[in-house]
């Protein structure tokens, strides 16, 4: 594990000094940020509320999502990929003396981890403190929103870079913007699901992508009570576990048929 440790600490310290993109990342999710509030806030003008959820809840639900957002962009396994495979340096990955998925994970994880503590979260306590949006979970509720956003983006994480590992059957698979309209459109990113249509709620129950970012985000507004709450955390973990496997079985067979181009 020290090895892995290693990759990690160098993921962190590589993000750390190229410092204009720690500013321009800071910039960037300010400015989304404030452009959705404004959305929801023109959205909920004249209205209390809206399906019951009232503004105040609309916008911290903005607010978190665009906060996990951030962080789940930090990382980018499915261009990984391909760029490895691209540029042929794919087979000398595999034959490195560690595994190759432990090492992917190792990396991302200390640049997820550096954009939070650079960039994500100042952000969020900036724009939290400039809306005097009160706390509307107590200490029990924040560390279940901690273990459902550190779910979510394994979720995420996960599957996106068992995607990525198509790239070892087709070169190129230009599935990227496929795989971000999916996760946007079923995660609750762009829309909540609250707002969804029930034909269309149904599909994004049965998917994975409900957990990396709507479940803790109506955790956090306090949305999800009681046995739902339970419930959704459970499913949760469960996908966690479906969607490791399936990486894990996606580089057993991947592997096994490396089609390199260039190098």
Sequence with gaps: MRVYFEFMKKAVKNSVAYRF?????????????????????????????????????????????????????????IGRMEGLVREGRISSEILKPYDFITRCIAEDSGQIFSYFILSGFPVFMITFQFMNIGLPIGPLKVLLFIYSALCGCMIKYFIELSFGLLSLWFIQTRIQPIFSFTISLFSGAAVPLWFFPDWLENIANVLPFKGIYFVPSAIFTGQLQGSQLQHELLVQGMWVVASFLLLRWMWATASKRVVVQGG
């Excluded at 809206?50 to 930090?74: D, E, F, K, P, R």
Aim: charged share 5%; proline share 2%; hydrophobic share 55%.
């Design 21 to 77: 993109n720690i500013w321009a990342r800071m910039l960037g999710d300010l400015a989304f940020i404030i452009m959705w509030i404004s959305v929801w806030a023109a959205l909920y003008q004249g209205h209390s509320d809206m399906n019951g959820i009232t503004m105040q809840n609309a916008l911290l639900y903005v607010m978190i999502t665009q906060l996990l957002i951030s962080c789940n962009h930090a990382a980018y396994p």
